[in-house]
């Protein structure tokens, strides 16, 4: 269990802080605006802050090194991608504050016992309508006087987001980073102000095949009574074609929860369907006849081409004796040499407008 993110897990110390983080994941503040913010001028006083989307914990050694009520109960955050549990369990141990973590989509039924939440530090994502729906939840749920904090970077549309809610009610800039922001708003001011976000908000493939699966699809061989795994299945499409085509068991895995709670509602009517939250297939223990993936080579919009390596690592353990890898990728990624640093071999089955089918065994 988790043997590839021991591998990425790293101690580190920053602003008298020691935590465990992972550069390649972008867990911790290091190489990163928003979080560094958070760093440099400390957590406002409350007694029960809530974090969203501040993957693993570093928030944590900064609870226990601040003197505040905060870092004298327990710390809620919110779940939105399946490795941050790992790294929240590992800094809670390191720091001794306790850590209740769960997982929470915008539009469902919000967890009582954030309710109470006096401070709520939000990590902006790049998709507008993602960010929207959690202002818009934590103001209907919250009371009216919490205090919503949402920082972010310049290239994540930080600036755009103060001009939205700008429109709606009055937001603060607190402070300004190395191209970041720091944003904060009363909960209470947006209530009843921001419609619900569409469907598919901050999911890939948003329902409808890309360029780039649309060709893996076309090239995705004879599935009938093969066991199939949809690695990084996003909203299910790949999974769903699995579906059609006649296999007899597919799991779509995703490390993003929001997208996980989505596909088994869109693809409830496919009994072959399991639907599991992991990173990079780090706790299945199960393997399959073909695997079908279109990897992703990007992190919080930060090109992390290590990402394919991983990918093709954690997916070959996830292969059966005699199993193929079908997956796509854009043509300026290096794909056959990190098949080859993975023992697997590689052949390219077609190139299309800017995208590569590589079939490997």
């Given at each position: ?89 590992k800094n809670s141990s390191l720091t001794g504050i306790e850590a209740r973590a769960q997982v929470y989509n915008p539009g469902e039924i919000f967890p009582e016992e954030w309710r109470n939440s006096d401070c709520v530090f939000i ?239």
């Open positions: 269990m988790h043997a590839l993110l021991d591998t990425l897990c790293t101690k580190t110390e920053y602003r008298g802080c020691t935590f465990y983080d992972s550069w390649v994941l972008n867990t911790g503040p290091l190489f990163d605006g928003p979080s560094e913010l958070l760093f440099r001028f400390g957590i406002p006083a409350c007694e029960r802050p809530l974090f969203v989307h501040f993957g693993g914990g570093a928030y944590l050694a900064l609870l226990a090194n601040s003197g505040s009520a905060a870092a004298k109960t327990p710390c809620r955050a919110a779940l939105i991608n399946a490795e941050d549990l790992y790294f929240i369990d990590r902006t994502w790049k998709q507008m309508d993602l960010n929207m729906a959690w202002v818009r939840a934590l103001a209907q749920e919250l009371d009216p006087a919490a205090a919503v904090h949402l920082i972010g970077g310049n290239d994540d549309g930080i600036r755009n987001i103060k001009t939205r809610l700008s429109k709606l009610a009055p937001v603060r800039e607190e402070h300004i980073g190395c191209h970041s922001r720091w944003l904060s708003i009363r909960a209470g001011d947006f209530a009843g102000k921001i419609d619900p976000a569409p469907e598919y908000a901050g999911i890939f493939g948003g329902g409808a095949h890309d360029r780039g699966t649309a060709l893996l699809l076309e090239f995705a061989g004879d599935l009938r009574d093969k066991s199939v795994c949809d690695l990084g299945s996003g909203s299910g499409v790949i999974a769903e074609f699995a579906a059609v085509s006649g296999a007899h068991r597919v799991l779509a895995a995703d490390n993003q929860y929001l997208a996980i709670a989505h596909s088994k509602r869109a693809l409830a009517h496919y009994p072959q369907i399991e639907h599991r939250a992991g990173f990079i297939g780090d706790d299945i223990d199960e393997r399959f006849e073909v695997l079908l993936t279109n990897p992703p080579f990007h992190l919080e919009g930060r090109t992390r081409l290590l990402l394919g390596a991983l990918w093709l690592k954690g997916a070959k353990r996830l292969l059966a004796r005699r199993g193929e890898i079908r997956l796509v990728a854009n043509e300026f990624l290096d794909y056959r040499t990190f098949a080859a640093d993975c023992g697997l071999s590689c052949e390219t089955i077609a190139h299309d407008k800017g995208f590569r089918i590589y079939l490997m065994k």
